[in-house]
């Protein structure tokens, strides 16, 4: 039984030390990132894009602005990762990371051998007219 008990302690040790000392996923696949400015992402290649939904609850409670994620597009034009840079409330980021999260690119070149990704944002209006909500594009630069 003590043996057991011990076996399980260094598996949990192992795996505790493997995650912590383990580089994210996206660092390993694509370390090398190019800056990309979102008005030429959206428009040269983009290949599937996804209107975020505005939040019921945000809605009531009239929240309106500007939403501001950014993103990294891998090497298959696809959104691994997706963070807040601005938004008005938690939801209404939240709806816009989700929704970044399903956009697909024309995937980024190698330069000189390596791989790139690109980094960039993307950025929309939450607005209410006439008591509705509607999302709008609000590309940056």
């Given amino acids: ?69 950014l993103i990294v597009v891998d090497e298959n034009g696809k959104v691994p990762e997706a963070s807040v840079k601005e938004a008005p409330d938690r939801l209404t980021g939240e709806s816009v990371v989700a929704a970044a999260k399903q956009w697909e690119f024309k995937p980024p070149p190698k330069v000189q051998g390596r791989q790139i990704c690109y980094e960039s944002t993307l950025s929309f209006k939450f607005e209410i007219h006439k008591g509705k909500g509607r999302v709008v594009d609000d590309p940056v630069n």
């Fill in 1 to 69: 039984m003590e043996v057991m008990k011990t076996n399980r302690l260094t598996f949990w040790t192992v795996c505790l030390c493997l995650v912590a000392f383990t580089p994210s996923l996206a660092q390993k696949i694509c370390p090398f990132r190019a800056s990309v400015g979102e008005a030429g992402l959206r428009k040269q290649k983009a290949t599937k894009t996804v209107q975020p939904t505005y939040p019921e609850e945000s809605l009531k409670n009239h929240i309106t602005g500007k939403v501001t994620v």
